[in-house]
C-alpha cells in the first residue's frame, strides 16, 4: 500500500490549506478502512489529527477540532483534511495513515509552515 501526501505549504495565521492523500496499492480496498491524518512538530511525538472511517464517521483532536475537516473519496481512494484558522502551533508535517491487512501504512508527509 502506498500512500502519497500533497498539499502542504508556507501559510500566514489564519489561513487555510487542504491537505489531499492519494493511496493506492494491489488488491488495497481503501473502502473498508479507516484513514487518518497525524502530525508531528519538531522536537514532539506524531499525534493524531483525525479519523475518517469506512462508513464516513469523523473524530478530530480537540486541538483542532472546529478548524478541521476530513473527508473522503471511495471512489479516487483518497482522504482530504481542510484546515482553517491555522495557527502557529499547526506546524508540522503531516502524514495520512491507513490501517489495512494488520498494519497500519504511512505517507511520506507533508510539512505545513504557519507563519506570523
Known amino acids: 500500500v502506498q500512500l502519497q501526501a500533497s498539499g502542504g505549504g508556507t501559510v500566514q495565521v489564519g489561513g487555510s490549506l487542504r491537505l489531499s492523500c492519494a493511496i493506492s496499492?494491489?488488491?488495497?480496498?481503501?473502502?473498508?478502512?479507516?484513514a487518518r491524518w497525524y502530525r508531528q512538530a519538531p522536537g514532539k511525538q506524531r499525534d493524531s489529527v483525525a479519523a475518517?472511517?469506512?462508513?464516513?464517521?469523523?473524530t478530530y483532536a480537540d486541538s483542532v477540532k472546529g478548524r478541521a475537516t476530513i473527508s473522503r473519496d471511495n471512489a479516487k481512494n483518497s482522504v482530504y483534511l481542510q484546515m482553517n484558522s491555522l495557527k502557529s502551533d499547526d506546524t508540522a508535517v503531516y502524514y495520512c495513515?491507513?490501517?489495512?491487512?494488520?498494519?497500519?501504512?504511512w505517507g511520506q508527509g507533508t510539512l505545513v509552515t504557519v507563519s506570523s
Open positions: 495513515s491507513v490501517f489495512y491487512g494488520g498494519r497500519r501504512y
Open positions: 496499492g494491489r488488491d488495497f480496498r481503501f473502502i473498508g478502512s479507516t
Open positions: 475518517v472511517t469506512s462508513d464516513g464517521t469523523t
